[in-house]
């Protein structure tokens, strides 16, 4: 069974850290590109991050280029999104999602992981 | 970055109705947009890619239309089960951005 499963959220102050975990099974993790997509309380959904299968090429959201950092290990089937500097913004349940290799999809979800940022 | 506009924000509808959900691109996208449906609780699921391509296992009573600047998600005869919140994305290029949803709600 292809799968996602989030782990790391939690509760962080502003101006903390955290790393996000999504381990990957069922499919040939390192064929393809990954993304992250988060959704605040009670917002519709925005796209964070993507890598590629490679890990060769990355891309950010504005609203968290410099502060998050995206990367995969092929070898463990996970993919990783570290978080910085956090803001009371970032408040929000976190995916990761398989992209397909055809326009439009992403067609694997994980469940989400849930972050807070508050003091 | 491109921005996707989906309309409208919201409906009321009744079981077995026709119902269509529109999103426009701020720039050409050819037809890389897909369609997804997201319940309360739960995470999206990707019903539509290419613009017009129905997902693996998805009811054929969703179709999806458009091609450029303009898309059409259409539900041909609305069943309990479809009331959700429906997200166009476009991945276009760079960042990739989703439409603001489109709530479905029962009549």
């Known amino acids: 069974e292809v799968q996602l499963l989030e782990s790391g959220g939690g509760l962080v102050q502003p101006g903390g850290s955290l790393r996000l975990s999504c381990a990957a099974s069922?499919?040939?993790?390192?064929?393809?590109?990954m993304s992250w997509v988060l959704q605040a309380p009670g917002k519709g959904l925005e796209w964070v991050s993507a890598?590629?299968?490679?890990?060769?090429?990355?891309y950010y959201a504005d609203s968290v280029k410099g502060r998050f950092t995206i990367s995969r290990d092929n070898s463990k089937n996970t993919l990783f999104l570290e978080m910085n500097s956090l803001r009371a913004e970032d408040t929000a349940v976190y995916y990761c999602?398989?992209?397909?290799?055809?326009?439009?999809?992403?067609?694997?979800w994980g469940q989400g992981t849930t972050v807070t940022v508050s003091s | 970055a491109i921005q996707m506009t989906q309309s409208p924000s919201s409906l009321s509808a009744s079981v077995g109705d026709r119902v269509t959900i529109t999103c426009r691109a701020s720039?050409?996208?050819?037809?890389?947009l897909g369609w997804y449906q997201q319940k309360p609780g739960k995470a999206p699921k990707l019903l539509i890619y290419?613009?017009?391509s129905l997902q693996s296992g998805v009811p054929s009573r969703f179709s999806g239309s458009g091609s450029g600047t303009a898309f059409t998600l259409t539900i041909s005869s609305l069943q309990p089960e479809d009331f959700a919140t429906y997200y166009c994305?476009?991945?276009?290029?760079?960042?990739?951005?989703f439409g603001g949803g489109t709530k479905v709600e029962i009549k």
């Open positions: 999602a398989k992209a397909t290799t055809v326009p439009g999809g992403m067609d694997v």
């Open positions: 069922g499919f040939t993790f390192s064929s393809y590109a």
């Open positions: 890598i590629s299968g490679s890990g060769g090429s990355r």
């Open positions: 720039q050409g996208i050819r037809n890389d």
């Open positions: 290419a613009a017009s």
């Open positions: 994305l476009q991945d276009y290029n760079y960042p990739l951005t």
